[in-house]
């Protein structure tokens, strides 16, 4: 790994690109509905008036003066399909030499050292380090004693398994590229522009620099254009992108990546000298702030995954907290028609304003309430039941994959994955081609078939390396030899 230098740096971005984006983003500042107080502070941002907690991750992270820090790393090519291909190669030849040598199971592992299904380890393969008798041995050198692998497949192995690929990481604190955080991308979220879900999330975009806890991780490929409200934007196609949270103690906590995980960006904050939190009850943020707000005077700002926001009702002044707070986009809007269509109006985004049904206050933290329905104060430690929607003390209600139900309904439409043990609804549930009594959530789905001997699950595209006897012509894999 190794950061870049300031004329490599330019060369991804140039400064004359970054000033016309900048130009751009200003432009179409007014039409995500910001008060002016508010217009003024992003504006500030913009032009390098920042408070000493903005400043903060600037030079936490030291970065440059648009407020990024590039690096390149080498990454590992996905093993997976030479692990299927090592896979095979090691059944066959244990195969082979059952047949050959007429060995039990016993006798085979006698023979290698160790029981034969580590070699089979994924683990094992892509440490290539194998213990026998509490020694350290390389596992492609056992593998060649044994005569399991010819030097041939070894080398074919090799190559591909060690083969790397140079990727460029960005820390970001740049509203460019949280403007850019799904708009214009190979995946979407809510966050995207052109997103019709009627939350309209992305108005928080306009604000979210304002925010001095939250920074922008990003893996790119390549730069590209794109025309919002005929301004022109140069930006950052991501290969995948997560938003960070500077915790209480300076450590760092990154949340869920999109779209998938393709670089562990816990494990690149490390490489590269920060300290990440050692779990989710770490993760509070470092600074409170006062949240940008719309015209309305409601607030404006976009959720951070998994983490929640404790919002004081008279100033707006919030921090991150680990429970009790809002999850999800502030405020929510009623519109489904794309940011390029609005013009600038609180009355386009037709705010809602429902009333609690059990006290009459209007609900100006939806995320507070219970779905909406009761505001803050009503809906304190309390919950809806998905199935029945009656409201139940949380400490009367279990959480399942998709939210809270009570002792009753758990009872009669509710399951426990046989494989990773969550609860869920049996609609959601999958039954289990091995038996009507094995119900598996939709993440262990792909896990249908059971061993015969160890009765652990594996995937049906795939086969499983326990046997119970060979010599009576049990399953190795799944198969019968």
């Known amino acids: 790994m190794r950061k870049l230098s300031i004329g490599e740096e330019n060369k991804l971005i140039t400064p004359g690109e970054e000033e016309r984006n900048k130009r751009?983003?200003?432009?179409?500042?007014?039409?995500?509905?910001?008060?002016?107080?508010?217009?003024?502070?992003?504006?500030?941002?913009?032009?390098?008036?920042?408070?000493?907690?903005?400043?903060?991750?600037?030079?936490?992270?030291?970065?440059?003066?648009s407020l990024r820090a590039f690096f390149e790393i080498e990454i590992l090519k996905d093993a997976s399909e030479i692990y299927d291909f090592y896979h095979k190669k090691v059944i066959d030849a244990l195969h082979r030499i059952l047949q050959i040598n007429n060995f039990s199971v016993s006798q085979l592992n006698t023979y290698i050292g160790i029981p034969y299904d580590l070699l089979l380890d994924y683990n094992v393969f892509i440490s290539n380090i194998i213990e026998i008798n509490g020694?350290?041995?390389?596992?492609?050198?056992?593998?060649s004693k044994k005569s399991i692998l010819d030097q041939e497949d070894l080398n074919i192995i090799n190559?591909?398994?060690?083969?790397?690929?140079?990727?460029?990481?960005?820390?970001?604190?740049?509203?460019?590229?949280?403007?850019?955080?799904?708009t214009g991308q190979s995946f979407t979220t809510c966050e995207n522009l052109e997103s019709d879900y009627g939350g309209a999330f992305y108005m928080g975009l306009g604000g979210l620099c304002l925010d001095p806890n939250r920074f922008l991780l990003f893996s790119l490929y390549r730069k590209s254009l794109w025309n919002i409200k005929d301004n022109r934007f140069r930006y950052f196609k991501y290969l995948s992108r997560s938003w960070g949270l500077i915790c209480k103690n300076d450590l760092l906590h990154v949340v869920k990546q999109y779209p998938e995980e393709k670089i562990n960006f816990h494990k690149f904050l490390e490489d590269t000298g920060f300290q990440k939190d050692k779990g989710f009850h770490e993760a509070s943020g470092k600074f409170k702030w006062k949240i940008p707000?719309?015209?309305?005077?409601?607030?404006?700002?976009?959720?951070?995954?998994?983490?929640?926001?404790?919002?004081?009702r008279k100033n707006y002044e919030v921090e991150y907290v680990l429970e009790g707070g809002v999850c999800g986009c502030v405020t929510q809007h009623n519109y489904h028609d794309g940011f390029e269509n609005l013009t600038g109006r609180m009355d386009e985004l037709q705010t809602r304003k429902r009333k609690c049904r059990k006290c009459g206050r209007i609900i100006l933290f939806p995320e507070l309430s219970i779905h909406g329905l009761y505001c803050d104060v009503c809906s304190k430690d309390k919950d809806m039941c998905l199935q029945c929607e009656k409201i139940f003390k949380k400490s009367e209600l279990t959480y399942i994959t998709e939210g809270y139900v009570c002792?009753?309904?758990?009872?009669?439409?509710?399951t426990i994955c046989n494989r990773c043990g969550i609860f869920l609804f049996k609609s959601s549930a999958l039954k289990s081609d091995y038996s009507e009594q094995i119900w598996l959530c939709r993440n262990c789905s792909s896990f249908n078939n059971i061993c015969d001997s160890c009765k652990k699950y594996y995937p049906t595209d795939r086969t499983h390396s326990c046997v119970e006897d060979l010599s009576e012509r049990y399953t190795i894999t799944g198969r019968a030899i």
């Not at 020694?135 to 593998?143: R, Y």
């Not at 398994?161 to 799904?182: E, G, H, M, Q, W």
């Not at 005077?297 to 004081?312: A, E, R």
């Not at 002792?407 to 509710?414: E, N, Y």
């Open 24 to 65: 751009s983003f200003i432009n179409i500042l007014p039409t995500f509905c910001l008060n002016k107080t508010s217009s003024k502070r992003v504006i500030e941002y913009m032009k390098g008036k920042r408070s000493k907690d903005e400043k903060f991750l600037d030079e936490y992270f030291n970065l440059n003066e």
């Open 135 to 143: 020694q350290p041995l390389k596992l492609f050198k056992l593998l």
């Open 159 to 182: 190559k591909k398994k060690l083969s790397t690929s140079k990727i460029i990481v960005c820390i970001s604190r740049n509203p460019i590229d949280y403007l850019f955080s799904a």
């Open 293 to 312: 707000k719309y015209k309305n005077n409601l607030p404006s700002h976009i959720y951070m995954d998994t983490l929640t926001l404790n919002i004081k």
């Open 407 to 414: 002792k009753s309904c758990k009872k009669m439409f509710a």
